[in-house]
């Protein structure tokens, strides 16, 4: 794949680029690595960005009166300002970026469950919260996958993240073309998909490329955007994706018989009942896609919304805080 071709990330140096971290180690993560050959990596360390040397004296989160700072505790320095400014010029200075993957849990990069003292000494106490960077970048691109390496190790989450990153990516390639008719084969070919993960948002984005009121196309295709975002803000409920397999179903339900009418709905309910994943309806109903020669359906995203390549079924099982 040529990088023109890729998406966008935007990824914390730390995990597997350079040995960067405040003790002057390197994370490695399996994720990471096997997207390197799909995506164009731009890296970043915030704390070497504003100056701090490798190894360094650690730093954290501070409350103290309504105000978060970056707290230096061997030295009593502060960063805020430094990190503030930082995060703003760097993410001036990106273009065209497609998601995030930034480390957990650090006071600059962890995009949630940071610690944050509620006083200088760690006896203070604590509570949880976006590293400064992190703060920035979510404020930014509230649309965009964002996700720490550690939360990618659950299968749904991981799932989640590739199939918002390259809707983003696919979309960014439309934004570009500046073609009305690009928007309007991107909002069909993607169809189910969007059923999938939030109706109501779907038949927004459907009005909003009908162009009733004859906007401009950038104009337009702006409300699409963040329309487009609110869509993939969460996870996708079962009951949705069963909604949304029922509609397929309903393409070719009639030329079934009446035992393989019960067989397909008979796995949709194992799929309701955490009996089997996703991929065995979702494989099913495509072979009979292919069976009638549903043309439409077979152009539709939600059959493989990222590269099959990047499908990995393993999981850690761990599903708090989604």
């Not at 805020?80 to 703003?88: A, G, I, Q, V």
């Not at 073309?177 to 309007?184: F, G, I, N, Q």
Request: net charge positive; hydrophobic share 35%; aromatic share 12%.
């Amino acid at each position: 794949m040529d990088g023109i071709y890729k998406p966008k990330v935007v990824v914390s140096r730390c995990l597997g680029f350079s040995a960067c971290r405040y003790n002057g180690d390197t994370v490695s993560n399996k994720f990471v690595s096997n997207l390197k050959d799909y995506v164009e990596y731009n890296t970043v360390c915030p704390e070497v960005g504003i100056g701090l040397g490798v190894p360094r004296d650690s730093v954290r989160l501070v409350s103290k009166e309504d105000k978060i700072t970056l707290y230096q505790p061997k030295t009593g320095n502060t960063y805020t300002k430094e990190m503030e400014d930082y995060s703003l010029e760097f993410l001036d200075s990106i273009k065209d970026v497609d998601g995030f993957i930034l480390k957990g849990r650090s006071p600059t990069c962890g995009i949630k469950d940071v610690k944050i003292y509620l006083g200088q000494e760690k006896s203070s106490g604590s509570t949880k919260g976006a590293g400064i960077f992190a703060r920035e970048v979510m404020k930014r691109y509230p649309y965009l996958a964002i996700e720490e390496e550690g939360r990618l190790t659950n299968f749904r989450i991981r799932e989640h993240f590739l199939t918002k990153l390259y809707i983003m990516f696919k979309f960014r390639q439309v934004k570009e073309t500046r073609s009305m008719a690009s928007l309007v084969k991107f909002q069909s070919d993607n169809k189910y998909l969007l059923m999938a993960y939030n109706q109501k948002e779907q038949k927004v984005l459907g009005r909003i490329v009908a162009n009733h009121d004859k906007r401009s196309f950038d104009e337009m295709v702006e409300e699409y955007r963040e329309h487009l975002g609110y869509s993939f803000r969460t996870l996708p409920r079962y009951t949705n994706y069963i909604n949304t397999l029922m509609h397929i179903f309903g393409y070719f339900s009639d030329n079934l018989s009446s035992n393989e009418k019960v067989f397909v709905l008979g796995t949709f309910d194992k799929y309701k009942d955490s009996k089997v994943p996703l991929s065995v309806p979702m494989n099913l109903l495509r072979s009979y896609v292919i069976k009638y020669e549903q043309s439409y359906l077979l152009d539709q995203t939600i059959w493989q919304p990222y590269p099959e390549e990047l499908v990995d079924i393993s999981d850690t099982g761990k599903i708090d805080n989604l």
